[in-house]
RNA sequence: CGGGGCGUGGCGCAGCUGGAAGCGCGCCUGCUUUGGGAGCAGGAGGUCGCUGGUUCAAAUCCAGUCGCCCCGACCA
């Protein structure tokens, strides 16, 4: 082991916050050095990030490892054809990069690996002897995505983790799904973070259950539900929550006067109703046809709920013509007396365990009160497609629900059948039979893990690394370069301190104090050792931690520093 | 893809009612300095994103285009 000399490596820094940075961790992986932009959403690692990043792999691959993990490397360009085997090439859509080669073959940039693990899987396994096997990699991915953001966020490359596990039976992806559960939340917990594990949507991947693991974090693209008293921790796309069955005897219908009311606040305080005992129409298109959904006034619709509930994939609002063209009257749109085959009703169940509700009455100027269903209308769909608010009722205890936003880290997914029955992926069974293979799949974005440390370990000074993940352990301050004697001592305690086993880097630029000082608490080393006139005098160094500043001064010999360095590190909280 | 913003030395920005491209930081050289982002002196570095137009004259006005950022849509 040997040490880093600070003015033979490229570790940039600036003084001043970039200007095309609004996420603290984008900020400072810039302003630290971590990272350039090359492109939208495209960055190269500089040698700090690199190390950085390495730190994190290092986690990753030994808690995969603990389960059993083996790890191997697929390619970054697949051929279009296996894409096209699973349906994907199209589902994928525009944030597949396609291209052709010389020979006019079709390929892709992958995006995520299942299709080639599963080719894999398909050649290679060929008896449940072989199971279960959990095979990952950690790799560059790309995606065209519409809009990356936020730094290291949301990107077009990246290194993922991607993790696929198989099995002979559904019963046996549910026995090692909580392994790799847990050791998701060993990770994460091992880089310093208190994610949260909530139930998601599978959406695009399939399969039958699925978990987020999520940073709560101001800037997060995801939106989370969780409730304090049970611990019930969901998606918004995923959430749920409690309603309570209205008991209040069946009114008759009868239609009032409304002019000029086409929004339900209009309507609401318009004949004196809470927003909450009013219906609303909210239009969709879908690939059968238009969607009528009903919900309660107050609430709002979600699409992604939305599409699990009708089965469709791509849906989008509906135009006002559109509208008017199955005879629906914008603004005053029933679900009472329609009668257009095209239009499909889904009730939400905020209307359907409401009584005595005001809807339109489908007819300008007028709406009706006292609606209720299925009473006054029949529905194709009755299901669950409000966004939950903060506050609402928890689904399984009812406590109040606490709506927050977070940076999605990892995603697993148990996958069943999806691949390996579109690429015909089988394995004889115990009875000699062939069976598809049973598959989970495991996800960790490695870079947007790196930016939600950052997120979550950073002060108005710089980064502070957790130890685990600093990509030096000890920085050593030489105040004054051209003074040999500092420099030696420099030399001899980074040499001292590396051979000890820590990651050393030795700031020898030609600097003031005050910069180095103000730099080695940017980049965030866990440890500052200073070699400086004052101290060296009295033969001694003076020893600074970065997470709270502690100060030391100790006697300049190898072993007196390396006992201070073990000490404030081992107590540490990082 | 819709909405908004921004493109001027490496970084952060000013200049924009048209008339000699500036400031701060950084960088280079020299001297002084050296324990919390030093001082002085000298210096290098810019087709003002690009293309076209208007004009005697365009960083500045107009049109188009490209790029980047933010909000939304989208999204393992």
Redesign the pocket.
Known sequence: MTYVRWSQCLLP???????????PS?KLML?AGLIR?L????YTYLPLGWRALRKVEAIVREEMEAIGGCELHMPVVHPADLWAKTGRLEDF?P?LVRFLDRAGREMVLG????EVVTDIARKEIQSWRQLPLMLYQIQT?F?D???????LV?VREFT?K?GYSFHESFADLDAYYPKVYEAYRRIFSRCGLAALAVE??????GGSGSH?FILPNP?G??TVVTCASCGYAANLEWASTRWEEEREPLLPREEVATPGCTTIRDVARFLAVPESKTAKAVFYKGEQGLIFVVIRGDLEVN??KLARVTGCAD??RASEEEIAEVGAVPGYASPVGLKDPRVKVLVDRSVETKRNLVAGANKEGFHLRNVNFPRDFPAQWVGDVATVRDGDPCPRCGSALQVQRGI?LG?I?KLGTKYSQALGATFLDREGQAQPLVMG?Y???IGRLLAAVIEAHHDEQ?IRWPLALAPFQVVVAV??P?REDQVQAGASLAQGLASGGWEVLVDDR??????K??????VGIPL?V???????QRG???L?RREDGL?RTVELSTPAVREAVKELLATAGC
Do not use: N, Y
């Not at 995006?111 to 299942?114: G, S």
């Not at 030609?510 to 910069?515: A, I, L, N, Q």
């Not at 200073?530 to 060296?536: I, N």
């Open positions: 820094t600036w003084k001043e916050d970039p200007g095309e940075a609004d996420l984008h302003r932009p492109a939208a959403g495209i859509g944030q995006p995520t690996h299942e991915k995606r995505e519409p809009r990356s953001r936020g730094g949301r993922m991607d998601a949507d599978p959406g695009l991947m987020e800037f693209e995801d699409e992604a849906l989008g999605e995603h997914f799949c996800g960790i974005g710089g105040l004054d051209k030609e600097r003031s104090p005050g910069e000082f103000h730099d080695a608490k940017l500052l200073v070699v400086g006139p004052r101290s060296l001694q160094v003076d600074e100060r």
